[in-house]
T-cell receptor
Framework: AQSVTQLDSQVPVFEEAPVELRCNYS??????LFWYVQYPNQGLQLLLK??????LVESINGFEAEFNKSQTSFHLRKPSVHISDTAEYFC?????????????FGTGTRLLVSP | DADVTQTPRNRITKTGKRIMLECSQT?????MYWYRQDPGLGLRLIYY???????NKGEISDGYSVSRQAQAKFSLSLESAIPNQTALYFC???????????????FGPGTRLTVL
């Protein structure tokens, strides 16, 4: 079975500073990888995903994540954060097999951006 | 209008009461899911459904039941609520795998349930 580890439960950072949210996964087969974001009092929204091809994927609001197969990681980065990026971020994986595969979530990382 | 809606958004109830949480979607997706979110535990799958006649247990189904009344509606029931079922509950949808490979899911806004 797959598992997802987000070691940092909370990451405080100042506005305009860079940030990295770490995600490591465990799986015996290839996986699809996702980052979801949950703003305060809202549901989860897909931020970006890796399916195949280029290992670097980007979102429309400046986040990027790089799939590293050898390190089984999919860390999320942003070079300069805004106050509005304050949210909880969830990494998730599903197996790259035919048929239905469950989405397995990490425990989340709360990003706190202060002025 | 939101693609995935949940009612109620907030609910406070007492131990032993029966509670129903409802989810509706206008995305036309076949697959629907119920998750609960607890601080520090992330999201855990309660039940999922491929269509109105295909319902499956997730990792934490004990104490819960579901009903898929139509393709667009999927409700979650707590038969006899207990305090450790206090959590944030999310409904989600996805297309059939034949159309998408990656099982990307779309979430509702959540229902905050408190059991006293």
């Amino acid at each position: 079975a797959q598992s997802v580890t987000q070691l940092d439960s909370q990451v405080p950072v100042f506005e305009e500073a860079p940030v990295e949210l770490r995600c490591n996964y465990s799986s015996s087969v290839s996986v699809y990888l996702f980052w979801y974001v949950q703003y305060p009092n809202q549901g989860l929204q897909l931020l970006l995903k890796y399916l195949s091809g280029s290992t670097l994927v980007e979102s429309i609001n400046g986040f990027e994540a790089e799939f590293n197969k050898s390190q089984t990681s999919f860390h999320l980065r942003k070079p300069s954060v805004h106050i509005s990026d304050t949210a909880e971020y969830f990494c998730a994986v599903s197996k790259m097999n035919t048929g239905f595969q469950k989405l397995v979530f990490g425990t989340g990382t709360r990003l706190l951006v202060s002025p | 209008d939101a693609d995935v809606t949940q009612t109620p958004r907030n609910r406070i109830t007492k131990t032993g009461k029966r509670i129903m949480l409802e989810c509706s979607q206008t995305k036309g997706h076949d697959r629907m899911y119920w998750y609960r979110q607890d601080p520090g535990l992330g999201l855990r799958l309660i039940y999922y459904s491929f269509d109105v006649k295909d319902i499956n247990k997730g990792e934490i189904s004990d104490g819960y039941s579901v009903s898929r009344q139509a393709q667009a509606k999927f409700s979650l029931s707590l038969e006899s609520a207990i305090p450790n079922q206090t959590a944030l509950y999310f409904c989600a949808t996805s297309e059939s795998t034949g159309l998408r490979r990656d099982n990307e899911q779309f979430f509702g806004p959540g229902t905050r349930l408190t059991v006293l």
